[in-house]
């Protein structure tokens, strides 16, 4: 007897949702309870601050890297577009300077920079990020030079 059910799995998450679950969750709420169901196992990363990271545990230290020093730090998604397994986002990062962050020692200034990344997914998990960010404009405001 033929069971339609038998073997079948949940729909795979487009990498959209994925993406939107990656800033919203994983980032913005600090929550690591979804790395697990977001992140492939060996993921690659290159966050906006240029270092490049292999595996959930890599993407975690980025993570708390920029939390111990950025402890508001967010992100805004301004432009997403997807399609099949790729994904692209236009993006917004503000936050508050209160630990050492590209070789500058806290400042407690606020800042805004902005950035684009790049996403593919694999069966349902992200495998690939690569992210670009306006590094000469935080660090402008980071020493307070004027533009």
């Not at 990363?45 to 959930?56: A, I, N």
């Not at 992100?75 to 500058?104: F, K, M, Q, W």
């Not at 998990?125 to 960010?133: F, H, K, P, S």
Request: proline content about 4%; overall charge neutral.
């Amino acid at each position: 007897m033929n069971h339609p059910h038998s073997g079948s799995r949940e729909p795979i998450e487009p990498v959209s949702a994925l993406v939107v679950r990656f800033y919203q969750r994983m980032w913005n709420d600090w929550d690591d309870s979804c790395v697990e169901t977001t992140l492939a196992r060996d993921v690659t990363f290159r966050g906006s601050l240029s270092q490049q990271t292999v595996g959930r545990d890599g993407w975690r230290g980025y993570r708390d890297q920029i939390r111990r020093s950025v402890p508001d730090f967010h992100n805004e998604v301004l432009d997403l577009i997807s399609n099949d397994n790729r994904a692209a986002a236009r993006l917004r990062y503000t936050g508050t300077h209160l630990g050492p962050l590209l070789g500058i020692p806290a400042t407690g200034r606020r800042f805004a920079y902005s950035g684009a990344a790049f996403f593919t997914a694999q069966d349902g998990l992200i495998t690939d990020v690569w992210v670009l960010g306006d590094l000469n404009g935080l660090k402008d405001q980071l020493l307070g030079a004027s533009g």
